[in-house]
């Protein structure tokens, strides 16, 4: 099979010739239609954390399973038959361990680490969907402790207090995903949720509407957005629950000086790079920023930016809660999640470094580059867009 390969001590990236996987205990082979590229893809291809001398890279994927494990072959679960539409994501290079990648012809997974894709979805959508979606779902659901719409039914629990919830970076990937599953946790909860998010004011008219449906929307190149955060929110004075989509730099501080006066301790306010990789100092905030990685959900020990991710297996349940949901509309249904505004690109993996790449760059997001300098009408600058591939395959 053709797979994307980084060399590490040459910090190079190229199709190469693999032998297609075989599916351990467990797992499924799946056929690769559409792969989806994040900001992880490029930095730890330019920047390797990758102890081996090569790697699989890539995270997001959405495929056709071919055959799963033989310890399998009694299970019920649509997800072991051939033929079923899934979608996931892996870690690619993103580890100091040896752990597998996505963009490659075919890919081994757990079963129960994918979700079925309705009909109703194009596998190049569904491929937009899986690691942010899980990201965004993570820190409202297990960081924030917002009621998920999903395990144990909502509605039984008690009555939360009227509550704003305020999402920077509202038009990333993340903010698209984490929008919609506020709107979910407050539909099923029957908790009343006013949502204030901070984007460009290109994107205030999308993300006014259905499925994110914002309450107030801030420019966040306005300098004054925090305070008007503050007066957006119920009562006027500060919010009780945020997400920085960013999280990085003086990002973290301004998003911090949103929250209610009387606010403070852990559970309020979710972040999604690290301090030492977002370049932030989180010492001395009131309310504290906490951290995860979407690794977690795989279950599996990971060696990541000098520290060590231990295998979490409530975060690997969470996960397959999670999947579970998403896969709920399958086969027929409506897709549980819409997926980001997607840019199919031409060709297929040979194109993901020259184009892909060159178009997220490898530096933080907030200082991504506002042109490529490339003219072709697929390398204008990335804004509320996920950037997907076709392999190819016909349907
Ligand atoms: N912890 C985890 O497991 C995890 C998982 C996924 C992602 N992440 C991290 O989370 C961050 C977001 O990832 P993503 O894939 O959601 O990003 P993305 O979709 O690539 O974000 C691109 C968007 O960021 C917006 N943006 C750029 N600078 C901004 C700023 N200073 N303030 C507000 N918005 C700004 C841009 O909006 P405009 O074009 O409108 O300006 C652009 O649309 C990345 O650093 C990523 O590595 C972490």
Redesign the pocket.
């Known amino acids: 099979m053709k797979a994307l390969v980084l060399t590490t001590a040459t910090r190079t990236t190229a199709v190469e010739d693999l032998p297609i996987p075989t599916p351990a205990a467990g797992e499924i082979l799946v056929r690769v239609h559409a792969i989806a590229l994040?900001?992880?893809d490029t930095?730890y291809t330019s920047k390797p954390i990758a102890a081996q001398p090569q790697r699989v890279v890539g995270t997001d994927f959405a495929g056709v399973v071919v055959e799963a494990a033989a310890n399998l072959a009694a299970s019920s679960d649509a997800r072991t038959k051939p033929g079923a539409r899934v979608s996931g994501f892996l870690q690619g290079a993103c580890s100091v361990n040896d752990r597998p990648g996505a963009f490659a012809e075919y890919l081994v997974i757990s079963y129960d680490l994918v979700w079925l894709v309705p009909e109703s979805l194009s596998l190049e959508d569904a491929s937009a969907i899986s690691?942010?979606g899980l990201?965004a779902a993570?820190g409202l659901f297990t960081r924030l402790d917002l009621p998920a719409p999903f395990g144990s039914d909502p509605k039984s629990r008690p009555a939360l207090a009227p509550a704003t919830v305020f999402i920077?970076?509202?038009?990333?990937?993340?903010?698209?995903y984490a929008a919609q599953l506020v709107r979910a946790s407050a539909r099923a909860s029957g908790r009343h949720i006013r949502l204030v998010g901070?984007?460009?004011a290109?994107?205030h008219q999308l993300l006014r509407q259905e499925p994110y449906s914002y309450d107030a929307l801030v420019d966040?190149r306005d300098p004054s957005w925090p305070e008007k955060v503050r007066a957006a929110a119920l009562g006027g004075n500060g919010v009780q629950y945020a997400l920085d989509?960013?999280?990085?730099g003086e990002?973290v501080a301004k998003v911090h000086s949103t929250f209610a006066d009387d606010v403070e301790g852990d559970g309020h306010f979710g972040v999604?790079?690290a301090p030492a990789g977002?370049g932030y100092q989180p010492q001395g905030l009131r309310v504290k920023p906490v951290?995860?990685?979407?690794?977690e959900a795989l279950g599996v020990e990971v060696g990541y930016n000098g520290f060590v991710l231990p295998a979490n297996p409530e975060a690997r349940a969470f996960g397959v809660t999670f999947y579970n949901y998403l896969s709920a509309s399958a086969p027929s249904g409506a897709p549980v999640l819409q997926p980001?505004p997607v840019r199919l690109m031409p060709g297929g993996l040979e194109r993901v470094v020259p184009d892909g790449f060159e178009l997220?760059g490898s530096l933080?997001?907030?200082?991504?580059s506002a042109t490529s300098g490339r003219t072709e009408t697929w390398m204008r600058?990335?804004?509320?867009?996920?950037i997907v591939y076709s392999l190819g395959v016909a349907p």
Do not use: D
């Open positions: 994040n900001p992880v930095l690691m942010c990201t993570q920077y970076g509202a038009s990333t990937s993340l903010g698209l901070a984007a460009s290109s994107k966040y989509c960013i999280s990085e990002t999604f790079r977002g951290y995860g990685a979407a690794w980001n997220l933080q997001v907030s200082a991504r600058p990335v804004s509320g867009e996920k």
